[in-house]
């Protein structure tokens, strides 16, 4: 016999050693693919740390460094040279509020732009006569190289211009040769020269006041009294005008200088400042002070006696109310409108 052994047909099993290489390979493969997916993993999650730690110092802007660049930036108040009848200098400011960092917008991949944001506020202003927000804007730019946001050149808005206090007596009685000539021509002309005194009634919100014209013609005393009105403009301020006027009077003008029923004398010079007690009282329109003692007046010179005194205006924002007890002081002069007030005051201060 040959020495072969005959098929039996079946096909034949690896060897136990073929089977544990396989499996060897097989489990050096699957710990090769599992290292390649973690590193994969590792790597992105490195990226997504480095992009979270750039972005996070990209978005870093406080309201303190908003604020420090705001205040070097507004050196100059805003101009209001357009309000009237308010006093628009040593404005004190800026104070910054309502600061807003906004939210960074990012620049286009690819193309190297910059990250930019922008911040908003408002500056106030104010002085005694008003107060002034002005809404302002202030961009920024984030420098990738030094990694810090520069900011750019501050946008101011409108102002928005409040009063804090109704316009002045002075700032009235110069307002007024234009504003009765605009209301009646003729009676402007007539009251061309002439004392003022104005009585207000006018606050922070507006209101009414009263200004009494008072002239000697041909030794008679003419009055006139004209109503004026007062309303704010957010854009040009205190808008000013005549409403109304009353009559025109006329009365003799007399003075005494007889010192005889004198309970006291003053002695003293044309424009001398001086300082009388009395009540607040008005006589045909005009305003006079009604001084407790009966005074012989001696005014460079010349000497009259009375108890009554015609007072004009000589410095702002003197209110007082008829009937009113007061101290004021002023500078003195002779003449008067009325012939009950055949002197006058300047009041330059009223206690």
Excluded: H
Aim: glycine share 6%; hydrophobic share 40%; charged share 20%.
């Amino acid at each position: 016999m040959s020495g072969f052994v005959p098929s039996t047909g079946k096909p034949q099993q690896p060897s136990k050693g073929v089977r544990i290489a396989k499996r060897a390979a097989i489990a050096v493969l699957v710990v090769a693919c599992m290292a390649a997916l973690a590193w994969v993993a590792v790597n992105v999650a490195f990226k997504a740390v480095d992009s979270s730690l750039q972005k996070k110092q990209v978005t870093s802007l406080s309201e303190r460094t908003a604020l420090t660049n705001l205040s070097a930036s507004l050196t100059t108040a805003p101009d209001l040279t357009g309000f009237a009848y308010v006093d628009t200098a040593n404005l004190i400011g800026p104070r910054i509020e309502n600061i807003v960092v906004g939210e960074v917008v990012e620049g286009k991949s690819g193309a190297d732009e910059e990250a930019t944001r922008t911040v908003s506020a408002s500056a106030n202003y104010r002085n005694s006569s008003i107060e002034v927000v002005v809404p302002v804007t202030q961009p920024y730019a984030f420098d990738n190289d030094e990694s810090t946001w520069v900011a750019g050149e501050v946008t101011l808005g409108q102002p928005v211009v409040s009063p804090l206090r109704a316009p002045s007596t002075a700032a009235i009685e110069a307002a007024l040769p234009e504003l009765l000539r605009a209301y009646d021509a003729s009676l402007a002309d007539r009251f061309a020269e002439c004392s003022v005194y104005v009585s207000s009634n006018m606050d922070e919100k507006g209101g009414t006041a009263t200004a009494t014209l008072s002239k000697t013609e041909k030794n008679k005393l003419v009055t006139c009294d004209v109503n004026l009105s007062a309303t704010w403009s957010a854009s040009t301020g205190w808008q000013l005008a005549v409403t109304s006027t009353g009559k025109v009077t006329t009365s003799e003008a007399s003075a005494s200088n007889d010192p005889g029923t004198a309970t006291m004398s003053l002695e003293c010079t044309s424009g001398e400042l001086v300082e009388l007690t009395g009540t607040i009282e008005s006589i045909d329109g005009v305003i006079v002070l009604r001084t407790d003692e009966t005074i012989y007046v001696s005014i460079d010179g010349k000497g009259v006696t009375t108890n009554r005194f015609c007072l004009t205006s000589a410095s702002d924002d003197r209110e007082v109310s008829i009937g009113a007890r007061v101290t004021l002081q002023g500078t003195i002069s002779a003449g008067g409108s009325i012939s009950q007030a055949p002197v006058t005051i300047a009041v330059t201060d009223i206690k």
